[in-house]
T-cell receptor, first 115, second 109 residues
Protein backbone atom coordinates (compact mmCIF):
# COMPACT_ATOMS: atom_id res chain seq x y z
CA UNK A 1 0.00 0.00 0.00
CA UNK A 2 1.37 3.38 -1.03
CA UNK A 3 1.63 5.87 1.78
CA UNK A 4 2.11 9.57 1.21
CA UNK A 5 2.19 11.68 4.34
CA UNK A 6 2.21 15.42 4.81
CA UNK A 7 3.63 17.12 7.85
CA UNK A 8 0.52 19.04 8.85
CA UNK A 9 -3.20 18.79 8.16
CA UNK A 10 -3.89 22.40 9.14
CA UNK A 11 -1.54 25.36 9.30
CA UNK A 12 -2.07 29.04 10.13
CA UNK A 13 0.67 31.52 9.20
CA UNK A 14 1.05 35.27 8.99
CA UNK A 15 1.75 37.29 5.86
CA UNK A 16 5.48 37.45 5.16
CA UNK A 17 6.37 34.30 7.07
CA UNK A 18 8.46 31.58 5.46
CA UNK A 19 6.44 28.38 5.33
CA UNK A 20 7.68 24.82 4.88
CA UNK A 21 5.36 22.02 3.82
CA UNK A 22 6.85 18.56 4.01
CA UNK A 23 5.84 15.46 2.09
CA UNK A 24 7.18 11.93 2.57
CA UNK A 25 6.41 8.80 0.59
CA UNK A 26 7.40 5.28 1.58
CA UNK A 27 7.23 3.44 -1.75
CA UNK A 28 10.54 4.43 -3.32
CA UNK A 29 8.76 6.49 -5.98
CA UNK A 30 10.94 8.58 -8.28
CA UNK A 31 8.35 11.25 -9.02
CA UNK A 32 6.87 13.69 -6.56
CA UNK A 33 4.45 16.56 -7.08
CA UNK A 34 3.02 19.56 -5.29
CA UNK A 35 -0.45 20.87 -6.18
CA UNK A 36 -2.80 23.41 -4.75
CA UNK A 37 -6.54 22.98 -4.84
CA UNK A 38 -8.94 25.90 -4.77
CA UNK A 39 -12.74 25.93 -5.21
CA UNK A 40 -13.68 26.27 -8.85
CA UNK A 41 -10.09 25.97 -10.05
CA UNK A 42 -9.46 22.26 -9.57
CA UNK A 43 -5.92 21.03 -8.96
CA UNK A 44 -3.05 23.17 -10.21
CA UNK A 45 0.49 21.86 -10.45
CA UNK A 46 3.08 23.99 -8.64
CA UNK A 47 6.29 21.97 -8.97
CA UNK A 48 7.33 18.41 -9.59
CA UNK A 49 10.48 16.37 -9.33
CA UNK A 50 11.64 13.32 -11.27
CA UNK A 51 14.66 12.57 -9.14
CA UNK A 52 16.66 13.68 -6.16
CA UNK A 53 17.83 17.28 -6.55
CA UNK A 54 15.77 17.62 -9.75
CA UNK A 55 12.84 20.00 -10.00
CA UNK A 56 10.58 21.25 -12.73
CA UNK A 57 8.12 24.14 -12.69
CA UNK A 58 4.48 23.36 -13.04
CA UNK A 59 1.69 25.73 -14.03
CA UNK A 60 1.89 28.13 -11.08
CA UNK A 61 5.40 28.17 -9.56
CA UNK A 62 5.49 31.88 -8.69
CA UNK A 63 5.94 32.50 -4.97
CA UNK A 64 7.01 28.91 -4.30
CA UNK A 65 10.21 26.90 -4.30
CA UNK A 66 10.90 23.23 -3.64
CA UNK A 67 13.62 21.00 -2.31
CA UNK A 68 14.28 17.31 -2.94
CA UNK A 69 17.39 16.26 -1.04
CA UNK A 70 16.26 12.68 -0.47
CA UNK A 71 14.21 10.44 -2.69
CA UNK A 72 11.40 10.00 -0.19
CA UNK A 73 11.00 13.65 0.77
CA UNK A 74 9.76 16.64 -1.23
CA UNK A 75 9.40 20.01 0.46
CA UNK A 76 7.37 23.00 -0.70
CA UNK A 77 8.56 26.39 0.50
CA UNK A 78 6.59 29.60 0.53
CA UNK A 79 9.36 32.16 0.72
CA UNK A 80 7.11 34.98 1.96
CA UNK A 81 3.56 33.84 2.53
CA UNK A 82 0.75 35.97 1.14
CA UNK A 83 -3.01 35.79 1.67
CA UNK A 84 -3.56 34.56 -1.89
CA UNK A 85 -1.58 31.45 -0.98
CA UNK A 86 -4.33 30.36 1.38
CA UNK A 87 -5.29 27.02 -0.08
CA UNK A 88 -5.32 23.23 0.22
CA UNK A 89 -1.87 21.87 -0.68
CA UNK A 90 -1.61 18.33 -1.97
CA UNK A 91 1.47 16.21 -2.43
CA UNK A 92 1.55 13.19 -4.74
CA UNK A 93 4.06 10.57 -5.84
CA UNK A 94 4.37 8.04 -8.62
CA UNK A 95 6.71 5.44 -10.06
CA UNK A 96 8.59 5.80 -13.31
CA UNK A 97 7.67 2.94 -15.63
CA UNK A 98 9.24 4.07 -18.85
CA UNK A 99 6.60 5.37 -21.20
CA UNK A 100 3.84 3.53 -19.40
CA UNK A 101 1.26 5.46 -17.43
CA UNK A 102 2.17 6.05 -13.80
CA UNK A 103 -0.58 6.37 -11.23
CA UNK A 104 -0.21 9.31 -8.86
CA UNK A 105 -0.98 8.69 -5.20
CA UNK A 106 -1.92 11.65 -3.05
CA UNK A 107 -1.30 12.60 0.54
CA UNK A 108 -4.06 13.78 2.89
CA UNK A 109 -3.44 17.47 2.14
CA UNK A 110 -2.45 20.51 4.18
CA UNK A 111 -4.99 23.25 4.57
CA UNK A 112 -3.00 26.50 4.87
CA UNK A 113 -4.49 29.75 6.05
CA UNK A 114 -2.38 32.89 5.66
CA UNK A 115 -3.58 35.83 7.73
CA UNK B 1 -9.94 23.25 -21.98
CA UNK B 2 -12.01 20.57 -20.30
CA UNK B 3 -11.17 17.14 -21.63
CA UNK B 4 -13.97 15.46 -19.71
CA UNK B 5 -17.61 16.17 -18.94
CA UNK B 6 -19.32 14.77 -15.87
CA UNK B 7 -22.69 15.43 -14.25
CA UNK B 8 -22.47 17.87 -11.39
CA UNK B 9 -24.18 15.63 -8.87
CA UNK B 10 -25.83 12.25 -8.44
CA UNK B 11 -27.66 10.40 -5.70
CA UNK B 12 -27.57 6.68 -5.02
CA UNK B 13 -29.35 4.49 -2.50
CA UNK B 14 -27.15 2.61 -0.06
CA UNK B 15 -26.51 -0.95 -1.22
CA UNK B 16 -27.33 -0.20 -4.83
CA UNK B 17 -24.87 0.18 -7.68
CA UNK B 18 -23.65 3.68 -8.40
CA UNK B 19 -22.98 4.34 -12.07
CA UNK B 20 -21.00 7.49 -12.74
CA UNK B 21 -20.72 8.56 -16.39
CA UNK B 22 -17.94 10.53 -18.05
CA UNK B 23 -17.72 11.90 -21.58
CA UNK B 24 -14.31 12.30 -23.17
CA UNK B 25 -15.14 12.68 -26.84
CA UNK B 26 -11.76 14.17 -27.80
CA UNK B 27 -9.65 11.47 -26.17
CA UNK B 28 -6.61 10.47 -28.20
CA UNK B 29 -5.25 6.98 -28.73
CA UNK B 30 -2.56 7.11 -26.07
CA UNK B 31 -4.62 8.75 -23.32
CA UNK B 32 -5.73 6.70 -20.37
CA UNK B 33 -8.94 7.23 -18.40
CA UNK B 34 -8.36 7.62 -14.67
CA UNK B 35 -10.84 7.87 -11.84
CA UNK B 36 -10.14 9.39 -8.45
CA UNK B 37 -12.42 10.39 -5.62
CA UNK B 38 -12.09 12.97 -2.90
CA UNK B 39 -13.88 12.78 0.38
CA UNK B 40 -14.37 16.14 2.04
CA UNK B 41 -11.12 17.75 3.25
CA UNK B 42 -8.99 14.76 2.27
CA UNK B 43 -6.54 14.14 -0.57
CA UNK B 44 -7.75 12.48 -3.79
CA UNK B 45 -7.86 8.70 -3.67
CA UNK B 46 -6.99 6.65 -6.74
CA UNK B 47 -9.76 4.28 -7.79
CA UNK B 48 -9.04 2.72 -11.17
CA UNK B 49 -7.74 3.43 -14.67
CA UNK B 50 -7.93 1.93 -18.15
CA UNK B 51 -7.03 2.41 -21.78
CA UNK B 52 -9.37 0.35 -23.94
CA UNK B 53 -10.55 -2.69 -22.03
CA UNK B 54 -12.93 -2.79 -19.13
CA UNK B 55 -11.18 -2.98 -15.78
CA UNK B 56 -12.18 -4.20 -12.34
CA UNK B 57 -10.49 -4.01 -8.97
CA UNK B 58 -11.55 -4.31 -5.35
CA UNK B 59 -13.06 -0.85 -5.35
CA UNK B 60 -14.86 -0.49 -8.67
CA UNK B 61 -15.33 -1.41 -12.30
CA UNK B 62 -14.54 0.79 -15.27
CA UNK B 63 -16.47 0.36 -18.49
CA UNK B 64 -15.02 2.13 -21.54
CA UNK B 65 -17.07 2.30 -24.74
CA UNK B 66 -15.61 0.80 -27.88
CA UNK B 67 -15.01 4.22 -29.45
CA UNK B 68 -13.46 5.36 -26.13
CA UNK B 69 -15.51 8.55 -26.16
CA UNK B 70 -17.15 7.80 -22.84
CA UNK B 71 -16.78 5.64 -19.78
CA UNK B 72 -18.69 4.64 -16.66
CA UNK B 73 -17.37 4.03 -13.19
CA UNK B 74 -19.41 1.46 -11.30
CA UNK B 75 -19.41 1.10 -7.52
CA UNK B 76 -21.26 -2.22 -7.21
CA UNK B 77 -22.70 -1.81 -3.71
CA UNK B 78 -22.51 1.80 -2.62
CA UNK B 79 -22.11 2.59 1.07
CA UNK B 80 -22.43 5.86 2.94
CA UNK B 81 -18.63 6.07 2.98
CA UNK B 82 -18.65 6.28 -0.82
CA UNK B 83 -20.14 9.78 -0.60
CA UNK B 84 -17.48 11.92 -2.28
CA UNK B 85 -16.61 13.94 -5.36
CA UNK B 86 -15.57 11.62 -8.20
CA UNK B 87 -13.17 12.84 -10.86
CA UNK B 88 -12.73 11.41 -14.32
CA UNK B 89 -9.42 12.37 -15.94
CA UNK B 90 -7.83 11.59 -19.28
CA UNK B 91 -4.09 11.85 -19.33
CA UNK B 92 -1.02 10.92 -21.26
CA UNK B 93 1.86 12.47 -19.38
CA UNK B 94 3.13 11.90 -15.90
CA UNK B 95 2.52 15.50 -14.90
CA UNK B 96 -0.74 15.85 -16.77
CA UNK B 97 -3.11 15.45 -13.81
CA UNK B 98 -5.93 17.90 -14.43
CA UNK B 99 -8.97 17.56 -12.21
CA UNK B 100 -12.19 19.18 -13.33
CA UNK B 101 -15.24 19.81 -11.18
CA UNK B 102 -16.15 16.13 -10.89
CA UNK B 103 -19.44 14.53 -9.83
CA UNK B 104 -20.63 14.89 -6.27
CA UNK B 105 -22.07 11.49 -5.37
CA UNK B 106 -24.33 11.33 -2.36
CA UNK B 107 -25.19 7.87 -1.06
CA UNK B 108 -28.43 7.95 0.91
CA UNK B 109 -29.59 5.46 3.53
Amino acid sequence: DVKVTQSSRYLVKRTGEKVFLECVQDMDHENMFWYRQDPGLGLRLIYFSYDVKMKEKGDIPEGYSVSREKKERFSLILESASTNQTSMYLCASSLTLGIQQETQYFGPGTRLLVL
Amino acid sequence: DAKTTQPTSMDCAEGRAANLPCNHSTISGNEYVYWYRQIHSQGPQYIIHGLKNNETNEMASLIITEDRKSSTLILPHATLRDTAVYYCIVRVGNNDMRFGAGTRLTVKP
